[in-house]
């Protein structure tokens, strides 16, 4: 049994402690969001907030999550008001959406480190995260819609 914080509530898994948080995430929260792209920690669509900090949910094991503040994609905005999730919407961002979770997690790390950042800055910080679909330039340009609402 181990206990966290996922989205503001206290909760325990039943897992194994070297169960990656992902699927704790997933499996045993049900909290389908944040998606499962590599498994190997290189393409990002696995990324969620540990005390702040965006991670690859699928290289963190539950037991080091232990006692941790993990935000989702569900918890980033109950109903989709965050100005990233707005942005994406206004810039047509998604094709497959698969990555999308992760990108938007990785985007408002950046935001709340720095909420103007320079287009420099933006694809610095979001190249570790991996669109198949080659969505680059319109995630460029909703992290720029969104840093003028943040």
């Known amino acids: 049994m181990i206990e966290l914080r ?3 509530k206290s909760v325990v898994v039943a897992a194994e ?3 990656p948080l992902l699927w704790a995430i997933r499996e045993h929260l049900e909290l389908t969001g944040t998606k499962y ?3 190997a920690g290189h393409c990002g669509a696995c ?3 540990v005390d702040g900090r965006a991670v690859k949910s699928c290289q963190l094991s539950l037991s080091r999550a232990a006692g941790s503040n993990v935000t989702t994609i569900e918890g980033l905005s109950p ?3 965050h100005p990233l999730q707005k942005a994406w919407i ?3 961002v998604p094709q497959c959406g698969y990555c999308q979770s992760g990108q938007i997690m990785k985007a408002a790390e950046l935001l709340e480190k720095n909420p103007h950042p320079s287009r420099d800055q933006i694809v610095r910080h979001m190249d ?3 669109c198949r679909c080659g969505t680059y330039t319109r995630i460029v340009s909703a992290i720029q819609r969104a840093a003028g609402e943040v």
């Open 37 to 39: 792209g590599c498994g």
């Open 17 to 19: 402690p070297d169960t």
């Open 6 to 8: 996922v989205n503001g």
């Open 128 to 130: 570790s995260v991996i």
């Open 79 to 81: 109903d989709a008001s």
């Open 47 to 49: 990324i969620v907030h």
């Open 90 to 92: 206004a810039e047509q």
